[in-house]
């Protein structure tokens, strides 16, 4: 037998002696290896909405802007009465007042033409509301709120620059319930009065900006 065939042989051999002892150890100590199942933690969060359900009344007060034809915007401020009728309808009785002051032509001329009691603009409405739209506010990932788009007509009662004036009043108003006891509203609205200054008779739009909040029970 040669040397190629002696070295052939014991290569083979020593082969064949490796793959038993590895197949052996393999059989005798199995190994084991343990899975870690990581589960992402979920926190649902329940967002829960406060609504308008038993209660009916609403009373507060109101804070704003209202820019007077031919006069300059000025703070508005007053207080508000609301029933809801039912889900849709809601009434709304508001009294304000603004102390407005000179009037553009006045800073013409330099004179002044309003006697300081003529100067504050009071009114007195009484309007209904029907529900246009209803959805939510978020304020943050934890909290949403009930939110209503009203609109706004009726009548208004005006005094100001020595008249006293019934007209119309036609707006929007945007109400959040925050809790089952406290609301806010924001809300435009346009006065539309005659008046008679100066010898001039005409209708005016005197637009308000308020925002309001309200005792809910």
């Not at 990581?38 to 007060?61: M, R, S, W, Y």
């Amino acid at each position: 037998m040669s040397n190629y065939q002696h070295a052939l042989k014991r290569i083979t051999l020593f082969l064949f002696c490796t793959f038993s002892l590895q197949h052996n150890v393999k059989a005798e100590e199995p190994i084991s290896k343990d899975v870690k199942i990581i589960k992402p933690k979920k926190d649902v969060v329940t967002a829960k909405a406060a609504a308008i359900d038993t209660e009916k009344f609403e009373l507060g007060l109101l804070a704003g802007f209202l820019a007077v034809e031919d006069f300059d915007s000025n703070l508005t401020q007053g207080i508000n009465f609301t029933y809801h009728i039912n889900q849709d309808f809601i009434v709304s009785l508001e009294s304000a007042q603004s102390k407005v002051g000179r009037a553009t032509f006045e800073d013409v001329v330099d004179g002044d033409f309003l006697r300081k009691s003529d100067e504050t603009f009071k009114y007195t409405s009484v309007s209904a509301g029907y529900k246009l739209f209803h959805g939510r506010s978020f304020l943050s990932k934890e909290s949403k709120y009930d939110s209503n788009i009203y609109f706004l007509l009726g009548v208004s009662e005006v005094k100001f620059a020595g008249n006293s004036e019934t007209g119309l009043v036609i707006g929007t108003s945007y109400k959040t319930v925050l809790t089952d006891w406290l609301t806010w509203d924001l809300s435009i609205k346009d006065h539309v009065v005659n008046r008679d200054f100066l010898a001039d008779d005409k209708r005016t739009h005197n637009i308000e900006m308020s925002l309001g909040l309200n005792l809910l029970f």
